[in-house]
């Protein structure tokens, strides 16, 4: 009741927007994520009422909208997500590569791998996880995983790396040149000596890496490229890795559910998110690229260009999605890292 | 001879005091520092200058006033209070009639098996409860096309919030002097006038503990909001936690402390309530 009177208020001082409103849409994104201007913008522009809901992780989500009648009309899955959400029969296929701002999406982007032509999904943000490197300790190259599994001895006992299974094993697969989601025992236990030796030279394994660089607690850090760009506008000798034996890449999508109630107004949106100057709220907020050309103009350039976010060219064949990997190979991962972690 | 019969017993209750025993109040004080010492942390970083949450560089209130004019936390909080309330009346009218049903009636059958139904929520896991209630609600949508929006979470915190306000309003009544209700009985009071001009004046504590505690629960719940809220039913907790994936900031740490504070206030006032005496 109160937002709804609220929002009148809004578009009654505003003056902007038509004086009723045309329908609503329900959101449902990860939180902390959306840009509430970006929300603004598009109720002045539409006249649709948007309410805002956070959700933690794709499964919280994915659980709610297989039940059924989750009531929302947009969410916004990661990468894997979207093909398993495609396959399950969960999304409307809206298809907005016919959309009119579709022209807006860059090349890169514009077919990927998880919904191939975009029949379905619509880029929200990107990134990739790789490492930062303080370059006042260590000067050599550092466009390598070698960093943190073999590390120059200047960097020894001053690394950080993120607690996660699949990010540590995928890192030290691809440093190794092997298959990811391996369960060849050979590979597997080839790697898992390596983590154990590498061990020793970690100091902490933590997924916030910006508070401990910027105190020289640490000197590379396994972790997100915004995380990286943060860090480095508080410490300048930091410099983000993009490592040439390859480094994941992950992408949220907006999709629209099948189910959704406000299955027009969920279309409009998708459009209205693809225009530049719309992307341009979305990375402002959260800090992330987005992938549409041009949204770099309505940014401020050491965004825009920072070396974390816009990706060098060289580099962009080396990232990868990640890839699901089968529940027998999730299991044996499981139990590498409870031994590793001992 | 008897006041020395008297005084064994109550020697050997002073040697067995668990308080005088060696290293009691080093363990006290190491369980006390271990369950408060982050939290105290908690409120000390929400009053910090930066962002940072490890490193002090400053007093300042700038958290509290980000936080009280973040337009998504206000919605948050106030959806977290209507639901709170709701599920306070429910649950605490059920659960004064339930504590009247198990106290004050001649023992009937089933009377065991209605305690423990009453008190399930207490043993089964919150997980187990939310994703059945989940279920139930999509398939009463599915089946019936009935959905009561923000209801949904308020029946939901509702049933969970009973047996919270049932044993505070239980043990009041155990307590009571049983030989009033008898005497205004016998001054041919009829049963409703009885229990509306003696035991429920005399209940009342318990009743007003039982609600305060119904309604910390309901708006600490985190597990069955978060799988139940559907669209614009965020609550502060959910909102916290889903903020916490970016980092976390001193604006979360002063929302943390808010709530902290507002629980340990009524927790508090449930206690003195249910603690006085007539």
């Known amino acids: 009741m109160k ?178 989601c391996n369960s060849n025992p050979e590979d597997l236990k080839a790697m898992y000596d390596m983590l154990v030796n590498a061990k020793q030279y970690w100091r902490t394994m933590d997924y916030g890496m910006i508070d401990t660089m910027v105190a020289g607690d640490t000197a590379a850090s396994h972790g997100w490229n915004g995380a990286a760009m943060r860090t480095r506008l508080q410490r300048p000798t930091v410099q983000y890795a993009y490592p040439k034996e390859g480094f994941p890449v992950w992408m949220d999508n907006v999709v629209v559910l099948a189910d959704a109630p406000n299955m027009e107004n969920a279309k409009i949106l998708q459009n209205f998110l693809m225009d530049p100057e719309n992307a341009a709220l979305i990375s402002d907020y959260a800090k992330y690229a987005n992938a549409i050309a041009g949204s770099g103009a309505f940014m401020p350039p050491e965004f825009a260009e920072a070396p974390e976010i816009k990706m060098p060219e060289w580099a962009e064949p080396l990232g990868e999605f990640t890839l699901v990997c089968d529940q027998s190979v999730v299991e044996r991962y499981s139990q590498l890292w409870t031994n590793l972690l001992k | 001879m008897a006041s020395v019969a008297a005084s064994a017993p109550e020697r050997r209750r002073r040697r067995f005091d668990l308080r005088k025993q060696p290293g009691f109040g080093f363990m006290a004080a190491l369980c006390l520092l271990v369950l408060y010492a982050p939290i105290m942390v908690l409120i000390a970083y929400s009053f910090n200058e930066t962002r940072s949450v490890s490193q002090w560089q400053g007093f300042s209130l700038d958290w509290y006033v980000k936080a009280f004019a973040n337009k998504e936390i206000q919605e948050a909080a106030w959806n977290s209070l209507q639901i709170a309330l709701v599920a306070t009346v429910i649950a605490t009218v059920c659960a004064t009639m339930a504590a009247l049903a198990t106290t004050r009636t001649r023992p009937w059958r089933g009377m065991t098996t209605s305690y423990m139904v009453v008190n399930l929520p207490l043993m089964v896991p919150e997980i187990v409860t939310a994703i059945a209630t989940l279920i139930f609600f999509a398939l009463l949508y599915a089946a019936l096309g009935i959905s009561f929006g923000i209801g949904n979470l308020m029946i939901a915190h509702a049933v969970f919030c009973v047996p919270f306000a049932y044993l505070p309003i239980r043990a009041r009544l155990e307590d009571m002097d049983r030989t009033l209700e008898q005497a205004a009985a016998d001054l041919y009071a009829t049963p409703w006038q009885t229990f509306r001009r003696v035991t429920l004046p005399l209940m009342m504590p318990g009743v007003t503990a039982g609600a305060t505690l119904a309604f910390v629960v309901s708006f600490d719940d985190f597990t069955i909001t978060l799988m139940l809220a559907g669209p614009g039913q965020t609550t502060l907790p959910i909102y916290i936690w889903t903020s916490l994936r ?33």
């Open chain 2, 246 to 278: 970016r980092g976390i900031s001193p604006e979360i740490n002063a929302m943390s402390s808010i709530l902290l504070v507002i629980s340990v206030i009524l927790v508090t006032a449930s206690f003195l309530l249910g603690r006085r005496r007539k």
């Open chain 1, 3 to 180: 937002r709804y009177l609220g929002i009148a208020a809004a578009a009654v001082l505003l003056g902007a927007g038509p004086a009723l409103a045309d329908g609503q849409l329900h959101i449902y994104n990860w939180g902390d994520y959306t840009n509430p201007a970006l929300l603004e913008k598009f109720t002045a522009e539409t006249g649709i009422e948007v309410t805002l809901d956070d959700y933690d992780s794709n499964e919280t989500m994915l659980a709610k909208v297989r039940a059924g009648n989750s009531g929302y009309d947009v969410v916004v899955p990661t990468d894997y997500i979207v093909k398993v959400m495609i396959d399950d029969g969960l999304l409307a296929e809206t298809r907005p590569d016919q959309m009119a701002n579709f022209k807006n999406v860059e090349p890169l982007w514009a077919d990927p791998p998880f919904d191939p032509g975009r029949h379905y999904s619509v880029p929200w943000q990107w990134g990739t996880t790789a490492f930062a490197v303080d370059t006042a300790i260590y000067s050599g190259d550092i466009n390598t995983w070698a960093i943190l599994f073999d590390p120059p001895d200047e960097l020894k006992g001053k690394i950080n790396m993120q607690p996660s299974q699949d990010e540590v094993f995928n890192a030290a697969l691809r440093y190794m040149g092997k298959p990811l």
